[in-house]
C-alpha cells in the first residue's frame, strides 16, 4: 500500500493502549522484528541488552507523563507483546545513542530529516506552514501510521509515527505543529531521562502554547533533536529549538522563514563525522526557497522533492555503499497547515505517491474550544 493506516484512539489512557495494540498488531511486530534485527547486527550492542537498558527509562517517564505508561502498558496487551518490547521502541532514539550503536565517527546518522516553516507574512494563503521529510532506515516505511488521538481534556491531535510509538511528528487542534530533526552527539552523556517519543506525544497533546514550549526547556535531552514548533492562531508563531543534555538554544525566523536538517545552526558547535547530505540539504532548501517573496505548499513539496546531490539528497535515497541495515531513504513527506489546523501526509520518497489528508473525526471541536 502507498498510504499510511489511520487508527483513532479514545477512552483512557490504557483504553487507547489497547485499541492501538488490537488494531496495529502486525505493524507493531514488524516494529519489533525489525529493530531486533537492527541491535543484534551491531557489534557491541544486542536487542536484549536495548530491553534492559529501556526499563532504566521507567522512573521518568512515571515521573513525567504517568498516563503515557499506562497507554504503553495498553498497547503491549492489545498487541500480546510484552511491556518490554513497547517500552524499547519508545526509548529507540535513545537506545541509538548508546555507545556501540554507531561503529565509528564515519557512521551516518539514522535520521537525516528535513523541514520547512514559514509565517503568514511569506505565504502565500497567509497561513502557518510546515512541511518535512521524514527520513530513517528505510526499512521502517512499513512500521509507518497515523494516530488520531480524541481528547476529554486537550485538543484531538494526529501524530505520524512507527507503530507501537506514541508520537514522532503530528499536530492538534489548538494549532500546534511539531516537526523534528535529529542532531549529533557531541558530548558523552548518561542516556537515560525521558525519552524524546514520550515529549513528543506530550507536546502534540498539550493545547496551551506557553505550556507546550515549557516541556521542551523542563527536561534534559538525551539524544539531542531539533523541535520545529508551530502554532497557527492569531499572527501565527514559530521557531526550532535545539535541544540537548546541556540545554536549548533557539532560532527564530529570517523574514518569516526557517528551514532546518540534521547539525547544529546555533552558534559553538563544530562538524564532524558524515555531515555532508546535512549540508548539502540545508544549502539546497536555502537557494531554493530564499528568493521567493512568497512561499506556498507547492513551493514547499518542490523542495522536498529534490534530489540534488542524490543518494542523499533531500528527497533520499538509499545509498548501496552503506551497510545494508543502515541504508536510510525518505519514508514520508507531510504538510501542516496549522492555521487552518489541516494535515497531509505522502508514503515514501516516490514523487508520484498521492498526498493524503487526514480529517478530524471531531472537526467542530477546533471552533468550540481551540479558536
Excluded at 489497547?18 to 496495529?24: A, L, N, P, W
Excluded at 525519552?195 to 507536546?203: E, G, L, N, T, W
Excluded at 522536498?304 to 533531500?314: D, I, K, M, Q, R
Amino acid at each position: 500500500m502507498n498510504t499510511f493506516k489511520k487508527v483513532v484512539l479514545s477512552g483512557t489512557p490504557h483504553e487507547r493502549g489497547v485499541t492501538y495494540g488490537r488494531e496495529c498488531r502486525e505493524l507493531i511486530d514488524r516494529t519489533i522484528g525489525d529493530y531486533e534485527r537492527y541491535f543484534n547486527n551491531k557489534p557491541n550492542l544486542s536487542w536484549d541488552y536495548a530491553i534492559q537498558m529501556a526499563a532504566k527509562f521507567i522512573p521518568a517517564i512515571e515521573a513525567f507523563a504517568p498516563e503515557l505508561m499506562e497507554e504503553m502498558h495498553g498497547i503491549a496487551e492489545g498487541c500480546g507483546r510484552s511491556f518490554d518490547e513497547i517500552l524499547a521502541i519508545n526509548c529507540r532514539s535513545e537506545l541509538l545513542r548508546f555507545e556501540g550503536s554507531h561503529d565509528d565517527r564515519h557512521h551516518k546518522d539514522a535520521e537525516e530529516c528535513s523541514c520547512i516553516g514559514a509565517l503568514p507574512e511569506r505565504t502565500t494563503n497567509g497561513h502557518v506552514l510546515t512541511a518535512q521529510n521524514w527520513d530513517m532506515y528505510y526499512w521502517a516505511e512499513e512500521h509507518g501510521v497515523v494516530l488520531e488521538i480524541l481528547q476529554d481534556n486537550g485538543p484531538d491531535c494526529f501524530c505520524l509515527t512507527e507503530a507501537g510509538q506514541l508520537a514522532r511528528y503530528g499536530m492538534n487542534q489548538a494549532g500546534v505543529g511539531l516537526a523534528i530533526n535529529s542532531l549529533p552527539r557531541e558530548i558523552e552523556t548518561d542516556p537515560i531521562g525521558v525519552p524524546s517519543a514520550i515529549v513528543r506525544r506530550k507536546f502534540i497533546s498539550t493545547g496551551n502554547w506557553a505550556e507546550c514550549l515549557d516541556i521542551l526547556f523542563s527536561i534534559r535531552h538525551m539524544a539531542p533533536m531539533n523541535f520545529l514548533v508551530s502554532n497557527g492562531n492569531l499572527h501565527g508563531d514559530m521557531m526550532c529549538i535545539e535541544a540537548g543534555a546541556n540545554g536549548a538554544q533557539i532560532l527564530y525566523p529570517e523574514n518569516g522563514l526557517t528551514y532546518h536538517t540534521n547539525h547544529f545552526l546555533s552558534q559553538g558547535h563544530l562538524l564532524y563525522g558524515r555531515k555532508g547530505s546535512s549540508v548539502n540539504r540545508y544549502n539546497t532548501i536555502k537557494r531554493l526557497l530564499s528568493g521567493k517573496e512568497k512561499i506556498g505548499i507547492a513551493d514547499m513539496i518542490s523542495v522536498l522533492n529534490c534530489t540534488f546531490g542524490a543518494p542523499e539528497s533531500v528527497l533520499n535515497q538509499r545509498n548501496s555503499r552503506d551497510k545494508e541495515i543502515e541504508q536510510c531513504a525518505t519514508l514520508a513527506c507531510f504538510i501542516i497547515d496549522a492555521t487552518e489546523r489541516r494535515f497531509w501526509v505522502r508514503k515514501g520518497n516516490i514523487r508520484e505517491n498521492p498526498f493524503v489528508e487526514y480529517k478530524w473525526s471531531r472537526p467542530d471541536k477546533i471552533y468550540a474550544e481551540w479558536r
